[in-house]
Nanobody, 124 residues
Framework: QVQLVESGGGLVQAGGSLRLSCAAS????????MGWFRQAPGKAREFVAA????????YYADSVKGRFTISRDNAKNMVYLQMNSLKAEDTAAYYC?????????????????WGQGTQVTVSS
């Protein structure tokens, strides 16, 4: 089993920045592919970003490309999502996800483990 705990959400004005963190435990962190998803009220959960086990490969949704950056620290068992130039439409609950395989990383079905989420609210 893998436990994931997100932090760093909050209220920010449009154009501002936030950094989300996700702490992982329960399995060798460097064996996990990590991802971030988000879900706005009344909408399906959607892919935001993913990162390979070593961090050498990253993947982004078109809607966040150039504004968000995913990174990981395998020594600290942490994955991060730096969010810049935030927009009102970025408002959502953000979820950290993990899986052992680098398959379907842009889909919710590609992950076996999920955190509880952290709320990000961007005021316009």
């Amino acid at each position: 089993q893998v436990q994931l705990v997100e932090s760093g959400g909050g209220l920010v004005q449009a154009g501002g920045s936030l950094r989300l963190s996700c702490a992982a435990s329960g399995r060798t962190f460097s064996s996990l592919v990590m991802g971030w998803f988000r879900q706005a009220p009344g909408k399906a959960r959607e892919f935001v970003a993913a990162i390979s086990r070593s961090g050498s490969s990253t993947y982004y949704a078109d809607s966040v490309k150039g504004r968000f950056t995913i990174s990981r620290d395998n020594a600290k068992n942490m994955v991060y999502l730096q969010m810049n130039s935030l927009k009102a439409e970025d408002t959502a609950a953000y979820y950290c996800a993990a899986d052992l395989s680098l398959v379907a990383v842009t889909t919710t079905t590609g992950y076996d483990y999920w955190g509880q989420g952290t709320q990000v609210t961007v005021s316009s």
